[in-house]
Structure formats: structure tokens, C-alpha cells
């Protein structure tokens, strides 16, 4: 009686090691990949969604009853659901063809194709499967409220619309606004011009001090208490020169005059000269030739994506790739490059960024952030603006 008990106990015991490797794994692994049937009135379709636990965002590929792909997309939802899409509509005449996932919460999407793009809802040329949806009430009116521009020393701030930090130098003082509000910190009596390699490291802002052409020190400013710390380089860095990118709190700085790139860590104030130069892309460390690196200016996060026969650099951020170029905003997903959605075509675009399923810019006076559905939001008004963008501001969390 005695062995069975036994027995059980150690078949019991290598049960619950198993399951909870298990779970383990399932906790700890990349992906989760889900397929499940979408049925709408006679049409049916196939949707395959992919959690990617990493960039906390779905990659959707919907396809028809023939097992056709429709539509292949990234969609920045921070939570995992079982299924995220409860219906599918199609328009399909007039020489346009449209679809509308809806999803099982309060968001929608509407692309139509043209001219090889996908068009997002709000600058789609077919309102009337839009407003179809609307009257229907499968789709909410979307409204973008007018918000309130505050008034904070020179910067007109519409506080309602600021989901992320937002740091703006103003030549003397350094301009940090979130959602608490603005703190402004001086750092200089004089007004500071060459701003051309200032750069946000998480929450350390970085100003390079140049003597004779040669940057000999940095200034690290704590955008959170307005702390500033100075750090002598080792080994001063030509003003001829370029941050490639960062990792965490490192900043990997190119000299073009040397060839040569420096890792700086901003945190413990460290300098090291690199034995060969490295480019962050796809979460991959690779060494790149210098003389590349100084001709074709590269940084990390690009891609290389070839598309209808045309080679182009995509700025990589989450499941998202971009382009910026002839007016236009392209978004490509990680994965099939099949869907390039046309975010954006317009003129006056000036120093543009992207953050995951987000996109800012300049235009006029006005620092916007548009959504990759195409919802815009006014941020900051600066008359500044009007006579110089460079650099002058950054997105941080």
C-alpha cells in the first residue's frame, strides 16, 4: 500500500513539473499565435492574430473563405484577447475596395486600396462606406474634441492631447512637458545655437559643450528634477560627427572626421572607443564597415525594404516601419512588406518622429501627433517654429 502511495506521489509530483513548464513557457515565449472564423451576413472569413508579447501589439492577417489574404496589418493593443475581431465588412464597387474590421472594444479600423496603398479611415477618398457603417451603428462618429491651448511662457500647449514626455530646448532653457504639466529648467545665460547633436537618452538630455570644433564635454540634464551633471570625453568627438542611436542608456556617437564610433554611457558617465563600428537592427548587433557608416549615414532601427522595384530606408519603432519621403508617410509591417498604408501625403512636414503606432511633426508653428489611422492632434504652438525646427525637440515615454 505503502509503494502505491508512493508511486502516486512521485507520477503526482512529475505532473505538476510538467504543467508548470509549461505555463512557464507559454508566460515566457515571443508570440501567440490565434486563428478563429469571422462570419458577417453570407461572407466568411479566416482571422489569424499574433500577439507579439515583446511590442505588446497583434499582427492581423484576415483572409476570405478561399484562404486568400485580404489584408496583413500591426495594431498597437496593449492587452491580449482571445479574439480582438468581432465582424468584417467589404465594399466592393465604383472601382474601390474597402474593409472594416470591427473589434470585440472600443476600436475600429476602415482601409481602402488605391494606387497600391492602403488608405486608413480619415483620409480614405470613401467616405461612403464610412458613413454607411455610421448610420448602421456598427461604427462610432469619430470626433477629435476641440481641446484648450494653455498659454506657458512663449509655448501655446494643449495639455489634453500630451500622452508622452515632450522636451523642447528654447535656446537658454529646456522645456519638459508630460501630463503633469510643464517644468522648465535653465541651463544657460546665454542663448545656445548649435543644438545639432542634442539627444534624449530616456530621461537624460544631452547637450554636447564644443571648444574649437571638437566636443570636449556633455551636459546631462535630469529632465525629471532639472539635475545637470558634466562629463569630460576621454577622447574629445569631431563636431563633424552623428549619433547612430541608442541602447538603454548608451549613445553610440560616429565620428566621420576619425571613422570611429565612441559607446557613451550617459547613466555612469563612461567613454569607450569602439574596436570596430556596430548598428542595432532587428534586436541584432552587426559590425558595419566605417566608410560606409560615414557616407551613408546610418543609423540603427532602418531596414532596407525593397517594394514594386524600389529600394528604400524605413525608420523602425515596435511592429511598425515607416518612410518619410516626396510628401509621403508610409507605414510597412514586419512581416509580408505585402500592405504599405499610406499614412500621410502632404507638403511642410518638417522634423518628423515615429514612436510605435505614433507619428510627430512640424508643420507651421505647430507640433502635431498623428495616429496611423489618421486622427491628428495639435500639441505645442510655437512661434519659433516659423524660423527653426532642427533638433529642437524629443519624445520620450
Not at 17 to 28: L, R
Not at 171 to 194: P, Q, T
Not at 307 to 330: Q, V, W
Request: charged letters at 30%.
Amino acid at each position: 500500500m505503502k509503494g502505491k502511495r508512493k508511486q502516486l506521489m512521485i507520477i503526482l509530483c512529475f505532473a505538476l513539473i510538467c504543467f508548470g513548464s509549461y505555463q512557464i513557457f507559454i508566460a515566457t515565449s515571443t508570440n501567440v499565435v490565434r486563428s478563429y472564423p469571422v462570419q458577417t451576413g453570407e461572407n466568411k472569413f479566416r482571422v489569424v492574430q499574433d500577439f507579439d508579447r515583446k511590442n505588446k501589439s497583434y499582427y492581423i492577417q484576415i483572409k476570405d473563405d478561399n484562404k486568400e489574404l485580404l489584408i496583413a496589418y500591426p495594431v498597437n493593443i496593449r492587452e491580449r484577447k482571445r479574439r480582438i475581431i468581432s465582424d468584417i465588412y467589404i465594399y466592393d464597387k465604383n472601382d474601390m475596395w474597402c474593409i472594416a474590421p470591427i473589434y470585440n472594444y472600443d476600436k475600429e479600423t476602415i482601409f481602402c486600396k488605391k494606387d497600391d496603398y492602403l488608405i486608413p479611415r480619415d483620409i480614405s477618398p470613401n467616405q461612403e462606406f464610412t458613413n454607411d457603417l455610421i448610420e448602421q451603428e456598427i461604427l462610432n462618429q469619430r470626433i477629435v474634441p476641440d481641446t484648450k491651448m494653455n498659454e506657458f511662457y512663449k509655448l501655446g500647449v494643449y495639455q489634453e492631447n500630451i500622452s508622452r514626455t515632450i522636451v523642447i530646448w528654447d535656446y537658454r532653457y529646456l522645456n519638459v512637458l508630460n501630463n503633469n504639466g510643464l517644468k522648465r529648467y535653465k541651463l544657460s545665460d546665454d542663448d545656445i545655437y548649435n543644438n545639432r547633436n542634442n539627444y534624449l537618452v530616456n530621461d537624460i538630455y544631452v547637450m554636447p559643450m564644443i571648444v574649437r570644433n571638437r566636443i570636449t564635454e556633455l551636459k546631462l540634464v535630469n529632465i525629471n528634477n532639472g539635475r545637470v551633471r558634466n562629463m569630460e570625453l576621454r577622447f574629445p568627438i569631431s563636431t563633424d560627427s552623428f549619433i547612430m542611436g541608442r541602447d538603454n542608456y548608451k549613445l553610440y556617437w560616429f565620428d566621420k572626421d576619425a571613422k570611429v564610433q565612441y559607446k557613451i554611457n550617459v547613466r555612469n558617465r563612461s567613454q569607450v572607443k569602439q574596436n570596430e563600428v556596430m548598428v542595432l537592427s532587428d534586436n541584432e548587433w552587426k559590425s558595419v564597415d566605417s566608410l560606409k557608416v560615414r557616407n551613408d549615414r546610418i543609423k540603427f532601427n532602418q531596414k532596407s525594404i525593397k517594394r514594386l522595384g524600389e529600394l528604400n530606408t524605413y525608420t523602425r519603432t515596435g511592429p511598425f516601419n515607416y518612410l518619410h519621403s516626396n510628401n509621403k508617410i508610409i507605414m510597412v509591417d514586419n512581416e509580408t512588406y505585402q500592405y504599405p498604408t499610406l499614412i500621410l501625403e502632404e507638403e511642410g512636414l518638417r522634423e518628423v518622429r515615429f514612436v510605435r503606432d505614433e507619428i510627430y511633426f512640424i508643420k507651421g508653428d505647430t507640433l502635431y501627433k498623428q495616429l496611423w489611422d489618421g486622427t491628428r492632434f495639435p500639441l505645442v504652438k510655437w512661434d519659433e517654429w516659423n524660423f527653426n525646427k532642427n533638433n529642437i525637440y524629443f519624445i520620450g515615454n
